[in-house]
């Protein structure tokens, strides 16, 4: 179940992958080649930090497929799926929501510390996108005014406590990815801020 | 023989990355650094992902001294180089075709599969530029309308099938290198674009 | 004293970070992220270049801690900070001093040759920076006029030699430290460059 919802979220973000690729006129080798990347990046960069080898996608050679048939596909109906971006944030809230939870956990199981998986969850949700945003040369989503690190870090925190008093990871694990959907789902329906005095103004 | 090929094309990508700094005025130091980032940074991404220590260039500090030489080299020599913006496109492009073909090479024979051994090559091959883009703030060559990432990848699944059911490095590594170049070349001398249908429209 | 220098540039850097969001209305985690990784990001980089785990702040907790909490509190004095920018340039300016030589000796003890420590302590203290411009979409400070890489350059060759020939960390630290930092905060004073035939013209 995990593991088909981790292979869902990374297709998740091929796709986000291949549409922030959608003004450029590139050619399908590159758009796969930026989707796979965007899928793939963020727990690259977690396993590299953790020393933790070999990297999840060179153990098992599905998530490389799954990415790459994602973007290959999406790339067929680009034109479709850019009309649908509303939709797409969404299931980019979805995906971040899932690798955030998954690879704290997984961090955990490791035998790290809280605060450890905290950071590895971070790390893992939104460094593909930052990867993908400076590759594809579009506005870094980190950098908009709308609550993005935000929910994660509050759904991260909730997440680590919750699983140290009281270890269940069958129950904690939807309810903090459901958590963290709906706080962000919010933040980009309402185009939620936070308070004024949180902003850093020039 | 490869071993003198790998240094060579490491030199010709430390030009590359000195050439990319031209508009900026920069001091040696600087450009010498770019340059050696440009050398070694696509080989450093392999070896961190595969979790292969130590890192070539710590091992073998020849590759170091190499891509710095060459750096401080064509600093001196940079409005002539700049003039032969031509020529190194191509240089580039064997540069590329060595880079690819040496890594999936390496990597197959540390006992990874076939398609590890393609990612790996795209990697080496491609994130050396993709950091001096990005450092030098020019436009990605990934992201330009000639066939770059095409080349390397029909390359790169030609070589691995070879040297499946073949295994004869001293004859499918100058095969596949030559192949690779080629079709470069072409791309870059006729402008060669994907057929239409490959590009995605906006 | 060493571990508490150690922090207190990474402290620095930090700041430096957060002063590099001012004009981007971000909101406060956004903005402590991106302070947390110019703290954290060049140690890290040559952690996972040397196969040196667990990486730094994996292992010592109190690296993450700092990092986070200057960043909250500079976060909210953010405006004044901005209003002492020169003040922060030689705050930075001793960050990298510091953070070059312990780089260096601490990859010395690892037992690592001298060109690998001059070329980790480089690493060290300067991607931290070039991260922290990518991601906040400034001028990367690498590539200003200004001598940058020259004064942690010109450091680190004279102590990596002191310290073959005349082992005395005790002495050779803070002797290299002050030499970057008033070789660098000379640059920023008397806005040096290198001679004219040093630096690449178009």
């Known amino acids: 179940m995990e593991y088909i919802l981790g292979m869902f979220s990374m297709g998740v973000f ?18 796969v080649l930026l989707g796979a ?5 963020g727990g690259t960069i977690r396993d590299m930090i953790l020393g933790n080898y070999p990297i999840y996608w060179v153990s098992d050679l599905w998530y490389l497929w799954v990415s790459v048939s994602v973007s290959f596909a999406a790339f067929f109906v680009i034109k479709a799926l850019s009309n649908r971006y509303q939709l797409l944030l ?25 605060s450890i998986a905290v950071v590895m969850g971070i790390i893992t949700a939104i460094f ?39 270890p269940n990871p069958a129950l904690n694990v939807p309810l903090c990815v459901a958590m963290i959907f709906v706080m962000r789902s919010c933040a980009i329906f309402y185009k939620l801020e936070l308070p004024k005095w949180f902003i850093a103004r020039s």
Do not use: M, Q
């Open 90 to 114: 969404y299931l980019d809230a979805l995906g971040v929501s899932l690798f955030s939870i998954t690879a704290a956990l997984k961090t955990t199981n490791l035998g790290y510390s809280p």
């Open 128 to 166: 593909g996108g930052i990867i993908r945003d400076i590759l594809s040369d579009s506005p870094c989503l980190l950098l908009s005014k709308e609550l993005y690190a935000t929910p994660v870090l509050v759904g991260l925190s909730i997440f680590v406590t919750l699983n140290h008093y009281w």
């Open 37 to 41: 990347i965007t899928a793939l990046g």
């Open 14 to 31: 091929a796709i986000t992958g291949v549409i922030a690729t959608r003004h450029k006129n590139l050619d399908i080798f590159s758009v």
